[in-house]
């Protein structure tokens, strides 16, 4: 196995840390998928099967802050990868999409057959390369790709040797929590309660770090099969609101988590979570981990490692 990183959203130290649970080398090769020239000389020296791509950046208020750096490493890394895939002839492909290309959606649970209507650059950088995936697939048989359209991914290896570390102060409900949980940051503020759900909450479909690891080797065992071209939601099909996954982190952990309820965050949505069917019939694969294990794994993560990779 190979792994390419740029290092621009996470650290070297990673990589040592999956050879120790996985008892495998890794090779770690530094470059930037959108170099075609750098993916070249990979694939040269390297005799690559199929291609999960991770490499894309993913916080909603920076893409709208700054698009074009969006679509640049979004859309035209992905471009480069399949262009160097193409000559290369390898065309077995994992792509990471999001829920987020449903958008606004009325439906609850959500299809895969749901409207298509992203509303932020990130978004819209991820349905883009959905779609330039989708003609590549229709043009030539050869390929076979999976988009996967995740959730909430949350939570951290079971070892607590690997989980997220985000830059700066976190944007997302679940490093937050653990954050406050540690006493790193006082207290949580919770965006909006007067949603219309269970307690007023924004309600999301949050899913297990491993789980959805999972989900990727089920993807490349049908890949394996000559599937075509497969789109699939990655989510638990229940979702749970913000004041549930701050309970029950307080109940598995023991942790207090302060909190205060402030205005709603611009852009959010009161309530999604996934139509999970089709990921059990075609990758023969659901979730297999509760909100319990998610916060506890969390937990264990940020209380082994509180400055995170550093
Ligand atoms: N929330 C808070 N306080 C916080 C952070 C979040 O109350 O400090 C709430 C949000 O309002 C939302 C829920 O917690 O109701 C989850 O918010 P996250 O920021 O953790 O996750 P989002 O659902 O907003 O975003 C995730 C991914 C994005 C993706 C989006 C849609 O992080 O990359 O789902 O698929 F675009």
Not at 168 to 197: C, H, R
């Amino acid at each position: 196995m190979v792994i390419i990183d740029n290092f621009c959203n996470s650290k070297p130290e990673v990589i040592n840390r999956i050879q120790k649970i996985t008892g495998k080398t890794v090779a770690l090769i530094q470059g930037d998928v959108r170099d075609k020239v750098f993916l070249g000389t990979v694939f040269k020296q390297h005799a690559i099967k199929a291609v999960i791509h991770f490499a894309g950046l993913k916080a909603v208020a920076e893409s709208v802050a700054n698009p074009l750096r969006y679509y640049d490493n979004n859309v035209m890394g992905s471009l480069a990868l399949v262009e160097v895939m193409t000559e290369f002839n390898v065309k077995n492909l994992v792509f990471s999409s999001s829920a987020t290309v449903y958008g606004f959606s009325d439906t609850k649970p959500i299809p895969e057959t749901a409207p298509l209507s992203p509303f932020n650059p990130y978004g819209h950088t991820k349905r883009m390369v959905e779609q330039i995936l989708e003609d590549l697939s229709a043009s030539d048989s050869a390929w076979n790709i999976a988009l996967l359209r995740y959730f909430n991914p949350v939570g951290a290896h079971e070892s607590g040797m690997i989980g997220e570390d985000p830059n700066g102060i976190p944007n997302n409900l679940m490093p937050y929590v653990s954050q406050v949980a540690a006493g790193k940051l006082k207290e949580l503020s919770i965006f909006g309660n007067d949603y219309p759900t269970v307690d007023g909450t924004g309600v999301r479909d949050y899913i297990h770090v491993v789980d959805l690891a999972l989900g990727h080797v089920a993807a490349l065992n049908v890949l394996d099969k000559n599937c075509g071209l497969l789109t699939v939601n990655l989510g638990a099909g229940h979702g749970y609101s913000v004041l549930e996954l701050v309970h029950t982190f307080q109940e598995v952990t023991g942790r207090a988590i302060p909190y205060r309820i402030v205005e709603r965050r611009a852009g959010d949505i009161a309530m999604y979570f996934a139509d999970a069917t089709l990921a059990k019939q075609k990758l023969a694969w659901q979730t297999q981990r509760d909100l319990a294990d998610i916060c506890r794994d969390a937990w264990h993560w940020q209380s082994q490692n509180p400055q995170g990779y550093s």
